[in-house]
């Protein structure tokens, strides 16, 4: 069975910074493209970022860039999200995906909760 589990969110001031961790079970963890996606009240769930099963590809959407860091690490089986510099609008509930492909998002996360405020 496979379980990805997030932590590490909370409040946070703007400006600030928060590093997401999702750790994953239950799946051959290099043979996944893992994502952040993210969900605010009344918006429908957004890729944020996404890494290659090697790390060696990213995509950031154009509202992070620069300010936030997908890395994992596959003898861990985790992925991370570093995230800086934090706007009010980066206020969401994260949520860790993992997928053969980037268009084909298998197992979610139970999500975490980021608040930053102004």
């Known amino acids: 069975q496979v379980h990805l589990v997030e932590s590490g969110g909370g409040l946070v001031q703007a400006g600030g910074s928060l590093r997401l961790s999702c750790a994953a079970s239950?799946?051959?963890?290099?043979?996944?493209?893992m994502g952040w996606f993210r969900q605010a009240p009344g918006k429908e769930r957004d890729v944020v970022v996404r890494i290659s099963w090697s790390g060696g590809s990213t995509y950031y959407a154009d509202s992070v860039k620069g300010r936030f860091t997908i890395s994992r690490d596959n003898a861990k089986n985790m992925v991370y999200l570093q995230m800086n510099s934090l706007k009010p609008e980066d206020t969401a509930v994260y949520y860790c995906?993992?997928?053969?492909?980037?268009?084909?998002?298998?197992?979610w996360g139970q999500g975490t909760q980021v608040t930053v405020s102004s």
């Open positions: 995906a993992a997928g053969r492909t980037s268009g084909d998002w298998a197992f």
């Open positions: 239950g799946l051959t963890f290099t043979r996944y493209v």
